[in-house]
């Protein structure tokens, strides 16, 4: 029986192919444990519409539900559906319309959490500031969060002043 050699453009294509397994394979998945309430259909919406690039960062594939990565090595971990903060003294800024409580990690270094206040489920982003400016980040995450509504914002001294 004669053996029939592919066309060139079939075999070009299965090399491409070929090597595109290879390369998807370098970055293996960020390990990330899923939040409480990944299974959210807030999450959902919200996972969908997050960006592929933040800053300089491509976005890589997580284990787990309701999360994403950035960065090789990884800059930041996002996961949605953690348990929404309640009243805190923990500084809040509002970057874009999304609320963000923001706190340095216990030991003073470079890694940062930010959690989003007034919005159920909430979102909380790990993140090294030394790879990613919260600024980038929290704005270029912003578009993507509003895909939950908020039902609260922050309040200052001030705000909560003037309603007495």
Do not use: K
Request: charged fraction near 20%.
């Amino acid at each position: 029986m004669p053996s029939h050699p592919l066309p060139r453009p079939a075999r070009a294509l299965l090399a491409a192919g070929a090597l595109a397994a290879v390369l998807t394979g370098c970055t293996p998945a960020v390990t990330v444990d899923p939040a409480e309430n990944a299974a959210d259909p807030g999450c959902a919406a919200a996972m969908v519409a997050m960006p592929e690039v933040v800053g300089e960062h491509g976005q890589r594939e997580t284990t787990s539900q309701g999360t994403t990565a950035y960065g090789e090595p990884t800059a930041a971990v996002v996961r949605c559906g953690v348990a929404p903060p309640g009243p805190t003294t923990d500084p809040c800024s509002s970057v874009n319309g999304v609320d963000w409580l923001i706190r340095q990690d216990e030991e003073g270094g470079a890694t940062w959490t930010a959690t989003t206040f007034g919005r159920d489920p909430a979102v909380e982003v790990v993140f090294d500031s030394d790879a990613v400016a919260s600024s980038t980040l929290l704005v270029e995450l912003g578009s993507a969060v509003e895909q939950i509504p908020a039902e609260r914002q922050c309040l200052d001294l001030q705000d909560t002043l003037e309603g007495l």
